[in-house]
């Protein structure tokens, strides 16, 4: 007898995804309803009568409020005030049940947020995972001002990246090899779980809309199909609200609403994160330009490694307003240690955001969406097979995991100039990955009087 499917409940009620009618629901006949009859008096006492000897608790109590469904029960402020909550489809903002915790302020409705009218016909269409993960997808222009943030504090410097290898796995063969994960995206669903996201700003003229763009379609999408596959508690792709962050954070952090999980910061842990560049400032193509394009194609990807260790996760990603690329950091688990590589990062082929459906051979090809989607299916806690899972054990400071790396740079990286040893040396305490460890790296300590 074979084993359950982990995805059998979607496939099997797929069909039964219409609303319950309002008739099977009553658990109760009403044809004959018990009543209770209650003497009547005249109340001898007044507004002023209540107002002098009434118990001052509930003479000043507030009205009470009716609670908002949309807006999400909100975590510590050190670890997910800074997230904006989930967008999904259907216009609500995802909320699961919470562990009790210290209160914290509820979080603003999300500037994404927004509402559809109900649409019979969403639940008499159909349409598979497969079609709306591989839809077409609205192409941004370049971005007009495309400002680079100053460098001055960063703890990450381009030459932390010391091997780029190819991620050739990450493809469709991969997808279509594991049975039940096909079967799934090939089942039909009702149209109302995979809504389309409605039209974004196709001419951002800042990074920070270009952003909203992405969280407004990728996201949404993203989400809806990691709900269809998950169920109600699934992964979820948001963004950050950078504008409350005290440091610098990535664009966007994956993870389960039920996750506890902190960094050492006291940031929410991410199992997936990602940033966006603007194509101006980085590209795939950098990396065989001159000397110094290279150094800003690695920049970006130090930066991305740094968010990946903070946050302990193995997979990330680069979007841009062209490209998308997928990246897996660490190398493959080793036997004898379980530290990762440090510097080791696996790039998967950069994907077009303009790709949609089949090849012109009617092969069916990667686009954003369906890319998004699988690496937010590898960082579930059960593995497929040939993967690697999604912890990276990168540890507190103290425990120097940055000491595992491989000897040789590949030999296309330039080499570090003697101002940029400098500045690292000044910024977070060492060079290059083998050095001891230093005082920096455990942040600027309180000073104390003698």
Known sequence: MSAASPFNYMINDAANSRRPSFQSMRSVSTGFVPTH????????????????????TYRQS????????????????????FLAPIVMPSGQMQSYPQRRRTASPPARPSKLAREIDYDPALDLETVTALDYLTSSNPTPSLVQRATEQRRGQDTHFWYDVRNVRAWSAFNIHTITAIPELWKLLKTPVARRMLPEANRVNTNPETQTQLIEACAQHHAVKVNATLKLAQGEKHMAMRALNLTVASRQQPEFVSSYQSDAEKTIYGDGRGRVVGIVKCHDHWN???????????????????????????????????????????????????????????????????????????TENGNLQMTAGLALWWLHMLARDELFAGQYHWRLNVGPPGELTRQNFLEERDAWMPKPTQKEKRDAKRVRGWVFPDEPLSKREFGKAKRTKA
């Open 37 to 56: 009859s209650r003497n009547v008096s005249a109340s001898s006492i007044d507004a002023s009568m209540l107002s002098r000897y009434g118990y001052p």
């Open 62 to 81: 507030p009205t009470p409020q009716p609670v908002s469904h949309g807006l999400p029960m909100s975590r510590t402020p050190s670890a997910m005030s």
């Open 284 to 358: 795939s193509g950098m990396r065989n330009g001159d000397p110094t394009a290279r150094v800003e194609y690695l920049q970006t990807l130090a930066k991305l490694q740094r968010f990946m260790r903070e946050h302990g996760t193995r997979y990330g990603f680069i979007m841009t307003e062209i490209e998308l690329v997928c990246i897996r950091a660490g190398g493959p688990p080793s036997a004898s240690t379980s530290k990762p590589l440090f510097g080791f990062l696996e790039a998967a082929p950069a994907i077009p955001i303009a790709a949609a459906g089949s």
